[in-house]
Each structure stands twice: as structure tokens, then as C-alpha cells.
């Protein structure tokens, strides 16, 4: 039987953290994610039926609402008041 050391523990080496979420815009429910990882955070809108699409009228507003805002619950109120 073949022998196994383990040399090194094993630790996190790349990590991504995807948070998902809806909000209400102009009467319309959007979907959304929001991506983030050492190489910088990514934004994306639901548009329906599996796409997802970068640019949007939403999305600046979006941004900045999590940019701002430290839990999901402040950023609905956020939102409100952006719109």
C-alpha cells in the first residue's frame, strides 16, 4: 500500500464570494449578483432566461448602493432612497 504524507496544510488560495439578490426599479423586480475576489468585484443584472448582462440603467445605481451600505437589509432601504 502506497504511503501519503501531508508535507504542507492545505489553505485558501483563491476565494470568491458571490452575493445574489432583488430589487424593485421603475415598477420592475430586476435580479442580481455581485461577485467579489482579489482581482477586484463584478456587477451583473438578471435579464431572463439564464442571462445575465453587465450594463443596465440599474447598475450605477446598484453599485452604489452596495458600495455603501454594509448589510443586504440597508440596501433595500438604500435603494429606495436612490430611486
Known sequence: ?????V???AS???SKTVWEGI????GKD???R???DENGSELFIHKGDHNWITEHPVKDL??????????QKNLVV???VLK
Do not use: H, P, R, S
Open 1 to 5: 500500500m502506497a504511503k501519503l504524507t
Open 7 to 9: 508535507k504542507k496544510a
Open 12 to 14: 485558501i488560495v483563491y
Open 23 to 26: 430589487i424593485e426599479y421603475d
Open 30 to 32: 430586476f435580479g442580481y
Open 34 to 36: 455581485y461577485a467579489e
Open 62 to 71: 446598484l453599485q452604489e448602493a452596495i458600495w455603501n451600505t454594509k448589510t
Open 78 to 80: 438604500t435603494m429606495k
